[in-house]
């Protein structure tokens, strides 16, 4: 069975300080993992994916993850928070080989503080 | 390239009433799923819809129904609406081998009252 993980509901980071957004995976097989992003009342954008390749996926607006076997892990971050970062963020988990559904986390809701 | 759309935008029904909802997938794409996501909740898999055939199905009843069109477009339809029902609907679209790489449309607010 899969599940994600999200620490935090709410974040608020200064503008220009750095963004960390945890996410921690459950998954009987080596995952796939995503991070996605979701403004008001707008559908959902990928920012990332790791799909077995390497380890430190970077994506769109200056986003990266790091994916930690080990800790069963898939953090977002960001070195320099900026407004229009402002967002709910998903992390969001399949399992290669099958029926390519994603299961969500609840969300981490991303204040940026000017 | 043109993106995954839904119909309608928003959507207000009552208690007991039937809805259809409506997306069509990005081009290229065979693979439509739809998504449930409750207010301030993550969005939950209701099913997916490969050539035409439901491919996969999540723990939703069987009053939420769909269809896959040729052209890969889909429906989904719940019957005997409730309270509960009220929710963002959205749309993905997928390409059959391709990482599990899914594009959202911007999804239908339903309002059941």
């Known amino acids: 069975a899969q599940s994600v993980t999200q620490l935090g509901s709410h974040v608020s980071v200064s503008e220009g300080a750095l963004v960390l957004l945890r996410c921690n995976y459950s998954?009987?097989?080596?995952?796939?993992l995503f991070w996605y992003v979701q403004y008001p009342n707008q559908g959902l954008q990928l920012l990332l994916k790791?799909?077995?390749?390497?380890?430190l996926v970077k994506g769109i607006n200056g986003f990266e993850a790091e994916f930690k076997k080990s800790e069963t892990s898939f953090h977002l971050t960001k070195p320099s928070a900026h407004m229009s970062d402002a967002a709910e963020y998903f992390c969001?988990?399949?399992?290669?080989?099958?029926?390519?559904?994603?299961?969500f986390g609840t969300g981490t809701r991303l204040t940026v503080i000017p | 390239e043109t993106g995954v759309t839904q119909s309608p935008t928003h959507l207000i029904k009552t208690r007991g009433q039937q809805v259809t909802l409506r997306c069509s997938s990005q081009?290229?794409?065979?693979?439509v799923s739809w998504y449930q996501q409750a207010l301030g909740q993550g969005p939950q898999f209701i099913f997916q819809?490969?050539?035409?055939?439901?491919?996969g199905r999540g723990n939703f009843p069987p009053r939420f129904s769909g269809l896959q069109f040729p052209n890969y477009s889909s429906e989904l339809n719940v019957n005997a609406l409730e309270l509960d029902d009220s929710a963002l609907y959205l749309c993905?679209?997928?390409?059959?081998?391709?990482?599990?790489?899914?594009?959202f449309g911007p999804g239908t607010r339903l309002t059941v009252l």
């Open positions: 993905a679209s997928s390409s059959a081998g391709r990482n599990n790489e899914q594009f």
């Open positions: 998954s009987s097989v080596p995952p796939y």
């Open positions: 790791y799909t077995s390749a390497a380890t």
């Open positions: 969001a988990v399949s399992e290669p080989g099958g029926a390519n559904n994603l299961f």
């Open positions: 081009s290229g794409h065979n693979t």
């Open positions: 819809y490969y050539r035409e055939e439901e491919n």
